[in-house]
């Protein structure tokens, strides 16, 4: 049989997401500072990726379009947005939340999938949206009457700069290599980071988990090198709503390793989210 490479990439990103964001967690009910914590992570995932490109990728990074450095920094500061958001939004919400609520991704990357690189928007897709929507809402309300909470809608902003990230990404994947595609997403997410952390005062190197720092690295690593390599042969709306098994292994390692719990319509929620990705899959949208 033969091996399909967009399905094999994407399974390898979401279940490295999926550990990442259970890391994360658990690093941070120990008490880490959600802003150094990702500093540091990030760092640590700069670093190795440098040493990737310097020993590897050291002629093709000589020959990059000085033109496209401006969309690789563009890529890096919408990914570093989405840290520091998303670290805080999972701080003050669960792993379980988090992982279905950062998929909402899905329906930044489809809508600017359409309006940026004319991807079509059929009623499949747009049927497959509302219904996501819908799982979305159950996961975030657990079935109630209210608004997301301030942990949703800090998850949503940075889904919303992963999903930015992933367009910008998706046009450069023919015109550079992508382990350097990978190389700037990090770097220039941890200047942006860095930066932000000399304005607002944080001490990045203030480390309390060290050990989670440096897992959350090294599996970053894995996550984002998958990511780029899905973006190469597959299209950005198959990316985000195919990587389903993401908030499933969430969903899993929460309840065991974080003892967080679920409710039935949060269940239901979770049900329609990864259905709408199991569907994109056998549609091949």
């Known amino acids: 049989m033969k091996l399909n490479k967009k399905l094999l990439y994407v399974a390898i990103f979401s279940i490295s997401w999926a550990f990442v964001i259970t890391i994360n967690k658990h690093g941070l009910n120990l008490g880490t500072k959600p802003f150094q914590y990702t500093a540091q992570t990030n760092f640590i995932t700069a670093i190795i990726l440098s040493l990737l ?12 379009d000085k033109n496209l450095i401006l969309k690789m920094i563009a890529i890096g500061l919408c990914v570093g947005i989405a840290y520091i958001t998303g670290i805080y939004g999972l701080k003050l919400t ?33 049927l497959l949206l509302i219904v996501f929507t ?35 990404q998706k046009k450069l994947t023919k015109e550079i290599d992508p382990v350097l595609i990978t190389w700037a997403r990090i770097t220039f997410a941890f200047l942006t980071v860095a930066i932000a952390s000399l304005v607002i005062g944080k001490n990045i190197f ?53 003892k967080e719990t679920i409710n039935i319509f949060q269940i239901i929620g979770g049900i329609l989210i990864i259905g709408c990705g199991v569907l994109v899959h056998k549609l091949d949208m």
């Open 94 to 126: 669960s792993s379980i939340n988090y992982g279905f609520v950062i998929k909402s991704a899905m329906i930044f990357t489809i809508i600017q999938a359409y309006i940026f690189l004319k991807e079509k928007l059929t009623k499949q897709k747009i």
């Open 206 to 258: 203030e480390i309390i988990a060290p050990v989670h720092v440096i897992a959350v690295g090294f599996l970053s690593v894995i996550l984002v090198i998958y990511l780029v390599k899905t973006l190469s042969v597959a299209s950005a709306s198959y990316l985000t709503m195919t990587s389903m098994i993401t908030p499933f292994l969430v969903t899993i390692f929460g309840l065991v390793f974080l």
């Open 53 to 64: 490109v310097f020993f590897t990728k050291k002629q093709e990074f000589a020959k990059i």
């Open 134 to 168: 819908i799982g979305a809402y159950l996961v975030t309300t657990a079935g109630k009457l209210l608004i997301p909470k301030p942990g949703d809608l800090l998850t949503m902003v940075a889904a919303l700069g992963f999903s930015s990230a992933n367009i910008i």
